[in-house]
C-alpha cells in the first residue's frame, strides 16, 4: 500500500468525520447504520475500513464477535479513543492477515472505492466461510447531474483538502458484476439517498454470500 495513501488518510484522521459529512451530508451515514440495526445473525464478524469506528458499535450488536480493521493507525486511535473494549487492528483489506473461511460476515462501510476494488473483494471472499455474508455500503456518484458532480467534486476538494489518487467510484451494476466473477451471489442491492439534497450522492447497499 502506497505510503502516500496512508499518509493521506493519518492527516485527515482528526476531521474525518465532520469531513465526510460536509461532503456528503450529515443524514447519510446514520441512514447507513438504520440498514445495518436491521441486520441480525452476523456471528463472526470483521469490519474493513473501520475507520474512526462509526458503524462498530451497531455492527457489535449484531454479532457475536467482532474485529474491526483499517489501514490507518490514526484512523483507529480515534476509534480506540471512543470505543472502549473492542478490537481494533491495524490491515490492508487487501492483504488481511487471516486464515481463509474463518468469518460469518465481512462489513466494508464506504471503503471499496478507496481500494483496488477487486483484489478487496477476492479478499473478502477468501476470509469468510462457504455461505458467510458480505455486506457493502459504497457511494455512487452515477445519480449526480453534472452540477452535483462537480458540486461533490469541489466539497471533496475543500474537505480532504486534496483527493487520494486511488479513489474511484463504482456503480451498482459493476460492484455486482465483479462480485459474480469472483464467486459471490449477490442476495439484495439497494440504494440509500438523502432526499434533503439531490446533490447528496447515494449509496450502493448490496449483501452477497460466498458461494464456495
Ligand atoms: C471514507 S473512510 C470510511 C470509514 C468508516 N468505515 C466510515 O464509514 O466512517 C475510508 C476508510 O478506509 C480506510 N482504508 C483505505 N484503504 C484501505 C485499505 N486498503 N485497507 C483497509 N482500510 C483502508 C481509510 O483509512 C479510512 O479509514
Not at 128 to 134: S, Y
Request: charged letters at 30%.
Amino acid at each position: 500500500m502506497a505510503e502516500e495513501f496512508i499518509k493521506f488518510w493519518a492527516e485527515l484522521a482528526n476531521r474525518y468525520d465532520s469531513a465526510i459529512d460536509n461532503i456528503m451530508g450529515d443524514k447519510i451515514r446514520p441512514k447507513i447504520r438504520e440498514k445495518l440495526n436491521k441486520e441480525d445473525n452476523l456471528k463472526n464478524l470483521i469490519e474493513l475500513g473501520c475507520g474512526t469506528g462509526y458503524f462498530t458499535k451497531t455492527l457489535a450488536k449484531k454479532s457475536e464477535s467482532i474485529i474491526s480493521t483499517d489501514i490507518s493507525e490514526e484512523m483507529l486511535s480515534i476509534a480506540r479513543e471512543k470505543l472502549k473494549g473492542f478490537e481494533f487492528q491495524v490491515m490492508d483489506c487487501q492483504d488481511c492477515k487471516f486464515d481463509n473461511g474463518i468469518f460469518d460476515t465481512v462489513f466494508m462501510g464506504l471503503v471499496l472505492l478507496f481500494t483496488e476494488p477487486e483484489k478487496a473483494l477476492k479478499e473478502s471472499y477468501r476470509i469468510l466461510k462457504p455461505g458467510g455474508l458480505l455486506i457493502i455500503a459504497d457511494p455512487d456518484i452515477s445519480f449526480l447531474s453534472s452540477y452535483g458532480n462537480l458540486k461533490f467534486r469541489f466539497k471533496a476538494l475543500v474537505n480532504y483538502r486534496r483527493i487520494p489518487n486511488t479513489g474511484h467510484f463504482l456503480n451498482q451494476g459493476k460492484i455486482v458484476n465483479m462480485l459474480d466473477k469472483i464467486g459471490f451471489e449477490v442476495i439484495s442491492k439497494e440504494i440509500i439517498r438523502d432526499d434533503s439534497d439531490p446533490n447528496y450522492v447515494t449509496v450502493n447497499y448490496i449483501k452477497a454470500t460466498a458461494r464456495k
